[in-house]
Structure formats: C-alpha cells, structure tokens
C-alpha cells in the first residue's frame, strides 16, 4: 500500500506523470519512471522508502 504522502511527493507525481505521458520524456528516463511505479507499489521489492528520511529532502 503506498501512502498518500508519498503519492502527493514530487518524485512519485513526476515519476507518474512521464509514465502517463503529460510529460516528455526519453525512453530511458520513462523506463526509470515505470520501475519506480513499480517498485514502489510491490511489497516484495529490494527497496524501501523510509517516510521518515523522505520527509528531510
């Protein structure tokens, strides 16, 4: 599950955006942004997003 907080965060809404195509981009900048969706949606990925630290940038 993500947080709404993290949906809201500018990373997740740019990362979203490339991948719906409102913004341009290179084929492997949009590949980027569909590995962050994806990773950050999949409870099993090798990463995780510490709220916390997100918090500080």
């Given at each position: 599950?993500?947080s709404?907080?993290?949906?809201?965060h500018?990373?997740?809404?740019?990362?979203?955006?490339?991948?719906?195509?409102?913004?341009?981009?290179?084929?492997?900048?949009?590949?980027?942004?569909?590995?962050?969706?994806?990773?950050?949606?999949?409870?099993?990925?090798?990463f995780?997003?510490?709220?916390?630290?997100?918090?500080?940038?």
């Amino acid at each position: 599950m993500v947080s709404s907080y993290l949906k809201a965060h500018p990373a997740y809404q740019y990362a979203r955006d490339v991948v719906e195509g409102k913004l341009t981009a290179g084929k492997y900048v949009k590949k980027a942004c569909c590995k962050f969706i994806s990773d950050v949606h999949n409870p099993d990925c090798e990463f995780f997003i510490d709220e916390d630290e997100l918090k500080k940038i």
